[in-house]
């Protein structure tokens, strides 16, 4: 068992706060992964963790202990950093073997360690090679060995593809889900890219400016947001957000949700009369920016390319694919039915208007 969990964490760097009051949970044998953007504190959050960084105040517990005070050494854990962190001077065998020898674990013991994670990461033909004879790939499986051999209860990896270029780094994703599938082992990796962390977490923890906005699996972040944030956080392009009058509310759509045709069609709660402005054919899908009347800019992204720049035509949503948010961006949903019934019969008078 290697539950994480955060009870009223603080951390402050002097007189900035970075996290404050946070409580949060990364269950067991998941596959965890914090994503927003720089500064939000997701790498403090993962240093505290290892003890790199301790928190100002409030507990973190490993399996329902208090880790706060135990050093980084004895904390089962291991971490992959941004840099690799390996020995330039020592061959794979030695980067691997070094956390071993300095916690004086037997030689016999540890050559089984380093020939089995070896042959689980594919480096058995290199062990003898210094990091210069090595790829980027295989300097970053360098770098996850030396973490797996100290079979860790939990890995913590800080953006640890960034370095790689992009059809290596689409490989490593692939190798690192397999990687878990294989250790059953709790993850917790930060990126900033959230193609990664949708490509490869259980759980998604997406924060801002040192808060939690949303936890939740890739499919109900990505298509139940609970605010503005988490749904133009997640999505390429983002979600489409307009607004709704002065009150501050507003009514959000992703762009494959758009339907545009040259006459009303039926079922779709939202229809406006829109321009095209732009068109970029990106393959099996074409992306159009549309101009509504009331002067606000919309994403559409459709199977069909035959639309050109200038076409004038409805475009239109259904309810299932409408997001409500009120004046803080926070989602107002079906549950709370007053709110989100009067948000539905504004936009449906706003279509005969």
Do not use: W
């Amino acid at each position: 068992m290697a539950k994480i969990e955060f009870q009223h964490v603080y951390k402050s760097f002097g007189s900035t706060k970075v996290v404050e009051d946070l409580n949060l949970t990364l269950e067991d044998g998941k596959f965890n992964v914090l994503v927003g953007p720089s500064g939000c504190g997701k790498t403090t959050l993962l240093r505290m963790i290892a003890g790199i960084g301790p928190a100002t105040s409030g507990q973190i517990l490993l399996d329902g202990q208090d880790i706060s005070n135990i050093p980084p050494g004895k904390r089962g854990v291991a971490m992959v950093f941004q840099s690799y962190a390996i020995y330039p001077m020592m061959t794979v065998r030695q980067n691997i073997e070094f956390g071993l020898k300095n916690n004086r674990v037997p030689k016999a013991e540890r050559e089984r360690r380093i020939s089995e994670v070896a042959k689980v990461v594919g480096l058995e033909p290199y062990l003898e090679r210094k990091p210069s004879q090595l790829s980027g790939g295989q300097r970053q499986r360098v770098a996850l060995a030396r973490a797996m051999v100290k079979e860790p209860k939990v890995f913590l990896m800080d953006e640890p593809l960034s370095n790689l270029d992009a059809k290596l780094r689409a490989a490593m994703r692939s190798e690192l889900v397999q990687l878990h599938k294989q250790l059953q082992t709790t993850f917790v990796y930060v990126t900033h890219d959230q193609v990664e962390a949708m490509a490869m977490g259980d759980c998604i923890i997406l924060m801002d400016q040192g808060k939690v906005m949303q936890q939740a699996d890739p499919e109900t972040i990505y298509g139940d947001p609970d605010n503005i944030f988490a749904a133009q956080f997640i999505g390429t392009p983002p979600t489409n957000i307009l607004t709704m009058g002065s009150e501050g509310f507003k009514l959000g759509f992703r762009p494959e949700a758009v339907s545009l045709s040259g006459s009303p069609l039926p079922n779709k709660i939202f229809t406006r009369r829109a321009v095209i402005t732009t068109r970029e054919m990106l393959g099996a899908e074409t992306l159009y920016k549309l101009h509504l009347e009331d002067g606000q800019e919309v994403m559409a992204r459709l199977g069909d390319s035959s639309l050109a720049v200038g076409d004038v035509l409805q475009l239109q949503v259904e309810e299932e694919s409408i997001y409500f948010f009120d004046a803080k961006g926070d989602r107002v949903r079906k549950d709370v039915a007053q709110d989100y019934l009067a948000l539905l019969e504004r936009v449906q008078r706003s279509n005969e208007s």
